[in-house]
């Protein structure tokens, strides 16, 4: 059984930065790609950053190139996600995700086997 507990998130104004962590459990989960999803209110779960289980590579949505970064530490396991010159757009509850079973197209959130309770991010103007 896998595990995953987010933390890092809070308030933040615009222009800054904040860093996610998501910590995973289970046997399986350091072989996994580990992805992070995000929920804003009134609006579809949406796809964020992925990272395959070597950690060599990263995808992104592009709302967030340039400013987001995705890493893993697999001795842990966790994944972080590194995100910078933060906009009041990115408020969301923020989701990590594990793809253990499911080899389907990484953007897809029903492509993915087990996720965290979520973690919230609120950018201010």
């Known amino acids: 059984q896998v595990q995953l507990v987010e933390s890092g998130g809070g308030l933040v104004q615009a222009g800054g930065s904040l860093r996610l962590s998501c910590a995973a459990s289970?046997?399986?989960?350091?072989?996994?790609?580990l992805a992070w999803f995000r929920q804003a209110p009134g609006k579809e779960r949406e796809f964020v950053a992925r990272i395959d289980w070597r950690g060599g590579s990263a995808s992104y949505a592009d709302s967030v190139k340039g400013r987001f970064t995705i890493s893993r530490d697999n001795a842990k396991p966790t994944v972080y996600l590194q995100m910078n010159s933060l906009e009041p757009k990115d408020t969301a509850i923020y989701y990590c995700?594990?793809?253990?079973?499911?080899?389907?197209?990484?953007?897809?959130?029903?492509?993915?086997?087990?996720w965290g309770q979520g973690t919230q991010v609120t950018v201010s103007s």
């Open positions: 289970g046997r399986t989960v350091s072989m996994a790609p």
């Open positions: 995700a594990a793809q253990v079973y499911n080899s389907g197209t990484y953007y897809f959130q029903n492509n993915y086997d087990y």
